[in-house]
């Protein structure tokens, strides 16, 4: 091999390793791409980002980061909905919220599913459809959640807690948009009915980026907040967790196999709505920031259609 090809193979597979943040966005030429995010100065919110460099390949599989640079028009979902093989939710995960919900501390990661139709942009609105606002004596009883994901890159069956990060791509932050009103009180009492109250098309706004665990390898001590129209409602830290990251994969692998570009929305702090003694449930027009250091923040207006 010549000189200078094995310089320009050394520099492309040095970029490579060097991927820290994996956007998916649309550029100002009309064209799609997935690109390594340049943050701009002061911040560590890839929703900031103007322009990334783009990455050819697969970041499931093998990828390179090219030196060309595409500005940013708009974010999309780090993954496209299609390459997420199953939406895995983690319910009562803080202590904290376990107790403003009066929940016991549950003895196991409570697990349920979200289709991934429920997969929305960090920044497009949150869509309630009819059947989830207010009508006759029902109340709308939406509530935000914000949540620390994982995102998988290599296939996972029954592996230990200490193998767990090795099939980890990295981490974003979500929005488990939840409606109270079908998740509890149109429940199947006595156990809440997840499904109806979280899985709407949407209601799982996530990004802005996957940041590599060489960026975060240590994904319990990063700060989490929520603010609703400018306003902080959440503000905890994930070193409060029940069940950390390496355990959950943990857990979900036992029996149920763990694909490449699955996720996993890991539980949300206190401060939620539910639990209040008088909740300001969220409606038309209201903004959502959900954020997550060294990640950044997904930011969707609920609308009604």
Not at 51 to 71: C, E, H, M, W, Y
Request: glycine share 10%; with cysteine; proline share 6%.
């Amino acid at each position: 091999m010549r000189v200078a090809t094995r310089f320009l193979l050394f520099c492309a597979l040095s970029l490579a390793v060097e991927a820290q943040r994996f956007v998916r966005f649309i550029s100002t030429d009309g064209h799609e791409y997935t690109g390594d995010a340049i943050l701009r100065a002061g911040t560590f919110d890839a929703s900031k980002s103007t322009s990334a460099r783009v990455i050819v390949g697969d970041i499931l599989g093998n990828f390179t980061i090219t030196k060309q640079v595409k500005p940013i028009r708009k974010l999309l979902s780090p993954l496209p909905n299609e390459r997420v093989r199953t939406v895995r939710c983690v319910g009562f995960n803080y202590v904290a919220h376990n107790g403003e919900a009066g929940q016991p501390i549950p003895g196991w990661p409570i697990l349920f599913f979200k289709p991934f139709t429920a997969l929305n942009t960090p920044s497009d609105p949150i869509p309630v459809t009819a059947g989830y606002q207010t009508q006759g004596n029902f109340t709308s009883t939406m509530d935000y959640e914000t949540e620390l994901v994982i995102v998988i890159k290599k296939k996972a069956f029954n592996i230990s807690d200490d193998e767990a990060l090795d099939h980890v791509l990295g981490f974003s932050v979500g929005h488990d948009v939840s409606h109270r009103g079908w998740q509890v009180d149109r429940g199947g009492q006595p156990q809440p009915q997840f499904s109806m109250g979280k899985g709407a098309d949407g209601w799982a706004p996530w990004g802005p980026a996957i940041v590599s665990t060489n960026i975060i390898p240590d994904p319990q001590t990063l700060n989490i907040w929520t603010k609703v129209n400018g306003v902080t409602m959440q503000n905890d830290t994930t070193a409060n967790m029940i069940f950390g990251v390496k355990h959950l994969v943990s857990f979900f692998s036992m029996g149920i196999t763990l694909l490449p570009g699955d996720v996993i929305f890991t539980g949300t702090p206190a401060g939620v709505n539910l639990g209040k003694a008088n909740p300001v449930w969220l409606t038309d027009g209201d903004v959502v920031e959900v954020g997550l250091e060294n990640v950044g923040t997904c930011t969707n207006m609920i609308k009604y259609v």
